[in-house]
Structures are given as structure tokens and as C-alpha cells.
């Protein structure tokens, strides 16, 4: 069985004091049903870290460099996370291929410095509004994972996040069904190329204005093991309703 994962993603959001909200969060969930992952900015790692000593909570980093180390002024490289504390990482996350650039070949060499380094690599796949409208959503997905995700990627250092670009902080959400095609569209293909027992093991997290409003019917969807989050992490009351949800489903 996978087991179901609440991942939260600051951003560029939050200093010390925000870490209060962090322990409040592992005060209510001392014995979580579900695995809970909570990626600060970088500058909050280590500190996070000792923030969570239980183990209850895993900490993220936010992105990694492709190179162990180096002359890359203002990089982290996956190393440098596991050593402040880090056991996964986002990569591909929609605003690093909108704002920096970045393509699927890049996402896949960064992915392979985070499973060589020990990370677990949560990468993100999703359309824009244009190409869903356009119908090509299941094109533009296959072939960010095919240029993202690398060979060597398992059930224990592969994480798979489908984040619609345009359902990420505007309130919109796909459909159930729209949601429910795309993850069975992404398993099929991992176990089309994997092989059915590593395709079946990875874990499929929905992304884009999931709140404890909503969280129970889109857990419910088929093949949905879980959420990557954004704006409601930041608060524990927030992000503690859609754990609830995904304990229940």
C-alpha cells in the first residue's frame, strides 16, 4: 500500500516566528495516519528540523542545483539539504520552469543529484489554462515526464505531483473527473515504463487551491494519494483540516 502524503510548500514565505506554526502543526498531529512533509524556504531548514525532533514531520527543500558543489552563487546544491535536515525535495515546481527557465531536462538533472544525494524528488507536472482549453493537457503531461523523470527513479525516491498551472492560488480547481484522468494518465505511464510493481508504488499528489473545503471528494479521486499544497500550509489550522481529510480517505 502507499502511504498517503500531505506535502506543504511555503514558497517564498516565512521567517523564525513562522516556525511557531510548525510546532503547533506537530502538536496536533503528534501520531499522523499519513506521512507529513513541510518544505520551508531554505533558509528555515535546519531550523525547522530541530523545530520537529519527533520525526512526525519531514522536512523539504524547495529546489536543488544539478551539481554537488561548486561555483553557482545563490544554489543549493541536494548535499547541502540532506545535511540541514532535508529528506525530499520539490522539483519542477511550475514557477521554477516559468520564472527561471527551466525545462524538462533540467528538472530531470537535478532530479538525479536529489535521488544521488539521498532525496526523495517530488516533481512537478501541469498545464497552463491555454493548453487545457486547447485539449492538449495529457500530451503536455506525458512529455514532462518523460524529459523529467529519470531512469532511476523507484517508489522510494520518486514523488509525482500534478499541479495545473492555472488552478495554483486562484481558487480554481479541474473537475473530479479532469483530476481522476490525469492521475490514471500519469500511472499508466509509470507502469508502462517502469513496470507495474515500481509504476504502482510511486505516490500521485494532486496540487492547485487544495483547502480543507475540498480536500475530502479530492482524495476520494482515483489514484490521488495525497496533496502538495501551497498557501494553506502555511497555517496549522489549515493545513491540519486537509491531514484530517486524508486520514479519513
Same mark, same amino acid.
Given at each position: ?22 510546532? %503547533? ?109 486547447? %485539449? ?114
Amino acid at each position: 500500500m502507499r502511504r498517503k502524503l500531505a506535502a506543504g510548500n511555503w514558497k517564498m514565505n516565512g521567517t523564525a516566528a513562522d516556525l511557531s506554526e510548525l510546532q %503547533a502543526l506537530s502538536h496536533m498531529h503528534a501520531a499522523p495516519a499519513v506521512d507529513i512533509l513541510i518544505c520551508p524556504p531554505a533558509t528555515l531548514i535546519h531550523r525547522a528540523k530541530e523545530k520537529v525532533p519527533g520525526g512526525n514531520i519531514q522536512i523539504g527543500g524547495q529546489d536543488c542545483h544539478a551539481a554537488n558543489s561548486g561555483a553557482h552563487t545563490g544554489d543549493i546544491s541536494a548535499q547541502m539539504l540532506v545535511d540541514a535536515g532535508a529528506s525530499a525535495v520539490i522539483l519542477g515546481h511550475s514557477e521554477r520552469r516559468e520564472d527561471h527557465g527551466e525545462q524538462n531536462e533540467d528538472v530531470r538533472a537535478k532530479s538525479i543529484a536529489a535521488m544521488n544525494g539521498g532525496l526523495k524528488a517530488i516533481i512537478c507536472v501541469g498545464e497552463s489554462l491555454e493548453q487545457r482549453e486547447a %485539449a492538449n493537457t495529457l500530451d503536455i503531461i506525458g512529455g514532462q515526464m518523460s524529459g523529467s523523470i529519470p531512469d532511476q527513479a523507484t517508489g522510494e525516491n520518486l514523488i509525482v505531483a500534478y499541479e495545473p498551472i492555472w488552478a495554483i492560488g486562484t481558487g480554481k480547481v479541474p473537475t473530479l473527473d479532469e483530476i481522476g484522468q490525469v492521475h490514471d494518465f500519469i500511472r499508466a505511464r509509470l507502469e508502462r515504463r517502469f513496470g507495474e510493481g515500481v509504476g504502482r508504488s510511486v505516490r500521485l499528489l494532486y496540487g492547485g487551491s487544495v483547502k480543507p473545503s475540498n480536500a475530502a471528494e479530492i482524495f476520494a479521486v482515483s489514484n490521488v494519494d495525497g496533496a502538495l499544497v501551497g498557501g494553506a500550509s502555511l497555517k496549522a489550522d489549515d493545513f491540519s483540516g486537509i491531514i484530517q481529510a486524508l486520514e479519513k480517505a
